[in-house]
């Protein structure tokens, strides 16, 4: 099979990890993993070892890929809500392309036997709801200043935990004209 971003190199079987074993591209070192392969090792395997301070440098050049094993369009899933790190797809025959890097950062994130939750759409729906929070709580502490919003933030999580919420925010909101 060829690399579906170094046209011209054909994928070479590499252990990733003790006996996890892929398409390796020699150019780019991006990796074709069968989604059958990996849950088979991740029953079987023994702890991974992590470097957790080793920095990770992820190379994808952004370009959507057809998959090396049966041409078809792959898609691309958000990895985390930490990174922009997306990972390829084959929803046809379930094979995963890691680019350069991807599989050591998934390591670091302890997110290496948990590869078929990123393609979920329960997974991708909470990565865009965290980032809203985060854009949102940003945008709140502009308005408001770093101190008045950490008050603000630390009031809004005892209120979203509290059993007489909308009595509390009922309240709030309630102004007596005389």
């Not at 990770?56 to 930490?82: F, H, I, T, W």
């Not at 990123?118 to 101190?147: H, P, S, V």
Request: glycine share 6%.
């Amino acid at each position: 099979m060829e690399c579906p971003q170094c046209k011209g190199y054909q994928l070479e079987p590499q252990e990733i990890e003790p006996g996890l074993m892929a398409g390796v591209c020699p150019k780019c070192t991006g990796a074709l993993l069968s989604l059958m392969n990996y849950r088979f090792w991740v029953e079987q395997q023994s702890p991974v070892e992590i470097n957790e301070t080793e920095d990770v440098v992820v190379e994808d050049n952004g370009k959507a890929k057809a998959c090396p094993k049966c041409s078809r369009l792959m898609s691309k899933y958000q990895v985390g809500e930490g990174t922009n790190t997306r990972v390829d797809l084959c929803s046809g025959c379930e094979e995963a392309w890691l680019d350069k890097g991807e599989w050591q950062l998934l390591k670091k994130m302890d997110m290496h036997n948990k590869l078929p939750k990123i393609f979920t759409d329960a997974w991708q729906r909470n990565i865009r709801i965290q980032r809203q929070e985060k854009f949102l709580k940003k945008q709140y502490m502009n308005l408001l200043g770093e101190n008045d919003f950490r008050k603000a933030d630390m009031f809004k999580q005892w209120l979203d935990e509290h059993p007489e919420k909308s009595k509390i925010q009922q309240y709030l909101i309630t102004k007596v004209d005389l």
